[in-house]
């Protein structure tokens, strides 16, 4: 079976809010009484099973397209404001997160649900970012079967977006962010870095998951 989860991104969001509308209607057809209707899910050979899969793998191509569209918009951005001519094309690390991603792990195939969570196969290149006063980082995945070849793609909060705007000042946001370019109004206090939790000690947590290839100080945080 495969639950339907909400992306971030609004196209994502349209999605999900559909399908999960049409899960919970095949639940009430089907007789089947959930202790939530929030879990309601489509199991696999349904009508809506693979209609869903196909909506999420969409979603993924076009946030893909997304970032490619912004990197080649900065890059422009910064060919205007530098002198001297310049090329990028290093590696650009493509890393999903909060998707459905068909695998195979102990020797079976599986629908493989990774929310808040990004693949960290042999190898693999992947981007964990911190908060917005904190540091990001590179990493490369080592493989580990028993996370399904998974790792955290981020801090993690220890305060909800409630409670970050009852608990934290606008001082305080302002003195976290120092250094940082990003918004420092109380609208964006949901987002402030005493919300997560340190980023380093998730890295540290996770040492078994992935290597860390560079550190990235944050310099410009862009929330929209």
Request: aromatic share 8%; hydrophobic share 40%.
């Amino acid at each position: 079976m495969l639950p339907c989860t909400r992306s971030s991104i609004r196209a994502g969001n349209a999605i999900g809010t559909f399908f999960i509308e049409l899960a919970k209607q095949d639940m009430r057809k089907w007789f089947i009484n959930l202790p939530d209707e929030d879990l309601a899910y489509f199991p696999e050979g349904t009508d809506h099973f693979d209609d869903y899969v196909e909506a999420v793998e969409w979603a993924q191509d076009f946030a893909a397209l997304n970032r490619r569209m912004m990197m080649t918009n900065v890059i422009r951005a910064l060919r205007g404001q530098i002198a001297k001519p310049f090329d990028a094309e290093l590696e650009a690390v493509n890393c999903h997160h909060n998707y459905v991603r068909r695998e195979n792990h102990f020797g079976q195939n599986v629908l493989v649900t990774r929310k808040g969570a990004v693949r960290a196969a042999k190898g693999t290149m992947g981007i964990i970012p911190g908060s917005m006063g904190a540091k990001s980082f590179i990493v490369r995945g080592l493989g580990n079967v028993e996370s399904f070849e998974s790792c955290s793609h981020g801090a993690g909060r220890v305060m909800s977006r409630t409670q970050a705007k009852k608990l934290v000042s606008l001082d305080e946001h302002i003195a976290d962010t120092a250094g940082v370019e990003c918004r420092k109004d109380e609208s964006v206090i949901d987002e402030t870095p005493r919300a997560y939790k340190p980023i380093e000690a998730v890295m540290a947590a996770q040492a078994d998951l992935v290597e860390i290839v560079h550190a990235l100080k944050q310099v410009v945080c862009v929330k929209g």
